[in-house]
């Protein structure tokens, strides 16, 4: 039986530095992700036309067009603007979106977006025109 143990323990081993490598690069592509978050780029000439069918993140044809853009749900890190407006409203309770994009150097559209979803997860709360932790 110790055998057998010291056979699997030695094989979850082996198996973890073998991920280890694309661990690490999933976080540092979730991380550039995070950064581009909100970036516009020039639209491109020809693309698509209207009507077209559109791709959705399965690369299933969807031809309403409605597919949805950017990242999928729940695909945020936490090295992503949205940890670092949870810690900033933790930090600093009742700080508003204005503040909070000032303090991040970003936009605040992104965070009228990202603050009601983070709120719906339960890690912040509203109150009146600021944020507190949830």
């Given at each position: 039986m ?7 323990v ?7 530095r073998?991920?280890?490598?694309l661990?690490?690069?999933y976080?540092?592509?979730e991380?550039?992700a ?11 000439r020809?693309?698509?036309r209207?009507g077209?069918a559109?791709?959705?993140s399965?690369g299933?044809a ?5 597919a949805?853009r ?5 695909s ?7 940890a670092?407006?949870?810690?900033l409203?933790?930090?600093r309770?009742?700080i508003?979106i204005p503040e ?10 992104y965070?009228y977006?990202?603050?009601?979803q983070?709120?719906?997860?339960g ?5 009146d ?6």
């Amino acid at each position: 039986m110790a055998d057998f143990l010291d056979a699997t323990v030695r094989e979850i081993e082996g198996r973890l530095r073998e991920l280890r490598p694309l661990l690490d690069e999933y976080h540092r592509l979730e991380a550039a992700a995070a950064a581009l978050d909100g970036v516009q780029t020039a639209p491109t000439r020809g693309r698509s036309r209207p009507g077209a069918a559109t791709r959705t993140s399965t690369g299933a044809a969807n031809g309403n067009g409605n597919a949805r853009r950017g990242r999928p749900r729940g695909s945020r890190g936490d090295n992503t603007r949205a940890a670092q407006a949870v810690e900033l409203v933790r930090t600093r309770p009742g700080i508003t979106i204005p503040e909070l994009a000032e303090h991040m150097g970003i936009k605040p559209n992104y965070l009228y977006r990202i603050l009601p979803q983070l709120e719906e997860e339960g890690r912040v709360r509203r109150d009146d025109k600021g944020w507190l932790p949830a």
